[in-house]
């Protein structure tokens, strides 16, 4: 575990490895670079929009889902100072309150019901007051 990794709580360790190791599978495997920017997510939501089109199959792609909601959710947190929280699942919390499951969004994203780049847009919105 990074000195990062530490400081940022045991919630956090598991999606921050699950992130990195994403962004080094596509580098390497795909050469496609991961910058941890928002825009960053088109590729993202291309790539898992790909994995769907070809049909490849929902079991084979699971810990790919994994790695880019992981990696989703952080890029969400380094724009936010958002913090991962673990109640069984993996979920970021905003600093406004509000809770995010970047892994099941890149599974839906995978079914055809989601975006991953749009769920870092809304998460990021800082919400207005009336």
């Known amino acids: 575990m990074t000195a990062f990794q530490e400081s940022r709580g045991h919630a956090a360790a598991k999606p921050v490895r699950w992130a990195a ?3 080094a ?3 390497e495997g795909a050469r496609l670079y991961l910058d941890y920017s928002a825009q960053s997510l088109w590729r993202v939501d291309r790539v ?3 994995l769907r089109r070809e049909g490849t199959p929902r079991q084979a792609v699971d810990s790919v889902l994994r790695g880019f909601g992981a990696y989703t959710g ?3 947190a380094r724009q936010t100072g958002g913090e991962w929280v673990s109640e069984g699942e993996h979920r970021l919390r905003t600093p406004d309150g509000r809770l995010w499951d970047p892994i099941d969004e890149a599974h839906r ?3 055809g019901h989601g ?3 749009l769920l870092c847009r809304d998460a990021t919105d800082v919400p207005r007051t009336r």
């Open 21 to 23: 190791d994403m962004v």
């Open 25 to 27: 599978t596509m580098r």
């Open 48 to 50: 898992i929009e790909d």
């Open 74 to 76: 952080e890029v969400i």
């Open 109 to 111: 994203c995978f079914a």
């Open 115 to 117: 975006s991953l780049r």
